[in-house]
């Protein structure tokens, strides 16, 4: 099992260009999530899913958008970068039965700088 | 809606020595509480994490945390830290049930740093 993996593990952007996060997971988890890591905000939830087919808002969402086409990948877009964006970005599944106890799973994550 | 609140940002210690990171948490419901642990340029791993049962739960690498209930508290606690401990630790919240219990709350991270 590889778990959560994250494509790509860094990047660089211009303003204004657009980009395609690629989040994966082997392990047939319905729930799937990507956050942003701020220095001194903690993680920040951006959108969210909880089957292929769904999505839904976090609590940071303006300035993304995901889309959850197959169960095994949750696709975070940016449709014109900015600075702002500029962050660490951790995806993170879940089973979504109720033994899993909400434990989340998280990848390795993506650096992104927005110049 | 729930919160999590880590009272230190930054937590510099010892080798060796005890350390207590502190972790409170607002809810009006029954939660499940979690520890994660970022070592540099990684990704979260779960620490240990409280479901129910006994307030003291333990990870496999020496950590432990208690809740208490009345003070709305898990801090995470190690007797002798090594330089290895050096990372930044999160503490989350999520409600045992109902709308939004499959979503984590964290706290804003309290990074550990082991002196030699």
């Known amino acids: 099992n590889a778990g959560v993996t994250q494509t790509p593990k860094f990047r660089v952007l211009k303003t204004g260009q657009s980009m395609t996060l690629l989040c994966a997971q082997d392990?047939?988890?319905?729930?799937m999530y990507w956050y942003r890591q701020d220095p001194g905000m903690g993680l920040r939830l951006i959108h969210y899913?909880?089957?292929?087919?769904?999505?839904a808002k976090g609590e940071v969402p303006d300035g993304y958008n995901v889309s959850r086409l197959k169960k095994q990948n949750f696709l975070l877009g940016l449709e014109s970068a900015a600075p702002s964006q500029t962050s660490v970005y951790f995806c993170?599944?879940?089973?979504?039965?109720?033994?899993?106890?909400?434990?989340?799973?998280f990848g390795p994550g993506t650096r992104l700088t927005v110049l | 809606a729930q919160s999590v609140t880590q009272l230190d940002s930054q937590v510099p210690v010892f080798e060796e020595a005890p350390v207590e990171l502190r972790c409170n948490y607002s809810?009006?419901?029954?939660?499940?509480l979690f520890w994660y642990v970022q070592y540099p340029n990684q990704g979260l791993q779960l620490l240990l994490k409280?479901?129910?049962?006994?307030?003291l739960v333990e990870s496999i690498n020496g950590f432990e945390a208690e809740f208490n209930k009345s003070q709305t508290s898990f801090h995470l606690r190690k007797p002798s830290v090594h330089i290895s401990d050096t990372a930044e630790y999160f503490c989350?919240?999520?409600?045992?049930?109902?709308?939004?219990?499959?979503?984590?709350?964290f706290g804003k991270g309290t990074k550990l740093s082991v002196i030699p």
């Open positions: 993170a599944s879940f089973p979504g039965d109720a033994s899993s106890y909400n434990e989340q799973f």
């Open positions: 392990m047939n988890h319905e729930y």
């Open positions: 899913s909880v089957g292929e087919g769904t999505t």
């Open positions: 809810s009006s419901v029954s939660v499940y």
């Open positions: 409280y479901l129910s049962g006994s307030t």
């Open positions: 989350a919240v999520s409600l045992e049930s109902g709308a939004g219990s499959y979503q984590l709350t």
